[in-house]
């Protein structure tokens, strides 16, 4: 079955240290990989994404993920913290099953807390 | 702002009735994608429309149904409602379903029901 696991319901960081949200993934052929972040009350917005090509993608608001195959895990991260990422961070695989259906299995979530 | 547009923001109805939630997808986005978010099952697919047919099935209830009209619009109809369908009704679109699209999502439709 495909399914996404974010181990960890909640993370802490000092403003300033580099985070880490961690991602698993289980999917049957090659796995389209997403990141959304999701703030009170507003609708999730796309971060980045991972489709082919490169293991470590960059995207929003200095975030990046890297892919790992042998591991099947995307973890994201990004160098240097800040209050304003505090938020919930969900991610997401869109198992390829033909054709244009193209919907997204979320994780549970990461609730990502920095701390000035 | 995503450009992906839902009304109403809140609905609160009783156990029993039938609501309709709208979504305007962005500007030329043909597939659109519902999903209900609680606190308990987090975030579910519910159903796709591309192009104006249905595409994809998720854990939609039979209660539950939608359809996307010829200006690409979306509603979702949900009838027969009772306490657990109270949660956060979000839609979303992209240009196709092409596999490496994100989906961009609208700001959501929250449903408490008494």
């Known amino acids: 079955a495909q399914s996404v696991a974010q181990p960890e319901d909640q993370v802490n960081v000092a403003e300033g240290n580099p985070l880490t949200v961690k991602c698993t993934y289980s999917?049957?052929?090659?796995?389209?990989l997403f990141w959304y972040v999701q703030y009170p009350n507003r609708g999730l917005q796309f971060l980045l994404k991972?489709?082919?090509?490169?293991?470590l993608v960059k995207g929003s608001y200095g975030f990046e993920a890297e892919f790992n195959k042998s591991q099947t895990s995307f973890h994201l991260k990004k160098p240097s913290a800040l209050v304003s990422d505090s938020a919930l961070y969900f991610c997401?695989?869109?198992?390829?099953?033909?054709?244009?259906?193209?919907?997204?299995?979320f994780g549970k979530g990461t609730k990502l807390s920095v701390k000035p | 702002d995503s450009g992906v547009t839902q009304t109403p923001k809140h609905l609160i109805t009783a156990t029993g009735q039938r609501v309709t939630l709208r979504c305007s997808p962005r500007?030329?986005?043909?597939?659109v994608y519902w999903y209900q978010q609680s606190l308990d099952q987090g975030l579910q697919f519910l159903i796709q429309?591309?192009?104006?047919?249905?595409?994809a099935k998720g854990n939609i209830l039979e209660r539950f149904s939608a359809q996307q009209f010829p200006d690409l619009h979306s509603e979702l109809n949900l009838s027969s409602l009772e306490l657990g369908d109270s949660a956060l009704y979000f839609c979303?679109?992209?240009?196709?379903?092409?596999?490496?699209?994100?989906?961009?999502f609208g700001p959501g439709t929250r449903l408490t029901v008494l």
């Open positions: 999917v049957s052929g090659n796995p389209y």
């Open positions: 997401a695989v869109r198992p390829d099953y033909g054709g244009s259906q193209g919907n997204l299995i």
């Open positions: 979303a679109s992209s240009p196709s379903g092409t596999l490496s699209n994100e989906q961009f």
């Open positions: 429309y591309y192009n104006g047919e249905e595409r």
């Open positions: 991972y489709i082919t090509g490169d293991n």
């Open positions: 500007s030329g986005d043909l597939s």
